[in-house]
């Protein structure tokens, strides 16, 4: 596609419950970014891959939260036993290099935890 | 820590006015800069990066390495430029690694 495609656009869920939001890049970029935006904050870093590899996942809160890039094209963030605190927009943004110059975003998925 | 700061939430002007985003860093390294805008209903997209020294839709910034900011600038300001401005900092994380990390953002809403 001509951008960068993420589903779902909004997810409600219950406390508990699991979750798998979905990154589709554009064709040929190899670099893929997962942000996380909070109400009234800016974007805050995830994780980050290079191919099929995540190169640096320093920014996963904690053990709930996972993604995987198998192809080195569409990505998947999942997140375990989901808490309220988990709501968010959930932004990815991909990069025809790695190096984080130019980044093109999403729509972001909307993440409601009830 | 490496950090972005924005230190308004809302700044509002009159069309015509000229506007100054304000942005400062703290980063221990070669800093490199970006301003990423959102428009109502649209996704975040990049407006302009320092080390391109380019001018647009009438917005420049400068870095200034002595202040450690990296204001953003339009003589004139339009309704268009109504939005969210988000400062950005790259960060090198190893291996190969970076990424940007964000302010909080500063809404301008130029008054009409």
């Known amino acids: 596609g001509a951008g960068v495609s993420q589903t779902p656009s909004n997810k409600v869920t219950e406390k508990g419950k699991y979750v798998e939001l979905r990154c589709d890049p554009i064709s040929g970029h190899t670099a893929l970014y997962w942000y996380r935006q909070s109400l009234g904050q800016g974007p805050e870093f995830l994780i980050y891959f290079q191919g099929t590899g995540a190169a640096d996942d320093s920014g996963l809160p904690n053990d709930r939260f996972f993604a995987v890039r198998p192809e080195g094209s569409v990505s998947t963030l999942k997140i375990q036993r989901t808490e309220r605190g988990d709501s968010a927009m959930y932004l990815c943004?991909?990069?025809?290099?790695?190096?984080?110059?130019?980044?093109?975003f999403g729509a972001g998925s909307r993440l409601t935890v009830l | 820590a490496q950090r972005v700061t924005q230190p308004e939430k809302l700044l509002s002007v009159f069309k015509g006015a000229p506007v100054e985003l304000k942005c400062n860093y703290s980063y221990s390294g070669s800093p490199e800069l970006f301003w990423y805008v959102q428009y109502s209903r649209q996704r975040l997209q990049l407006l302009l990066r320092h080390i391109s020294r380019e001018s647009i839709k009438g917005f420049t910034a400068d870095l200034n390495k002595g202040e450690t900011s990296f204001h953003l600038k339009k003589p004139f300001a339009q309704e268009e430029d109504s939005a969210m401005y988000y400062c950005a900092l790259k960060l090198y994380s190893g291996a190969g690694s970076y990424q940007l990390t964000f302010g909080k953002g500063t809404k301008l809403s130029v008054i009409p």
């Open positions: 943004a991909s990069s025809f290099f790695s190096g984080a110059n130019v980044l093109t």
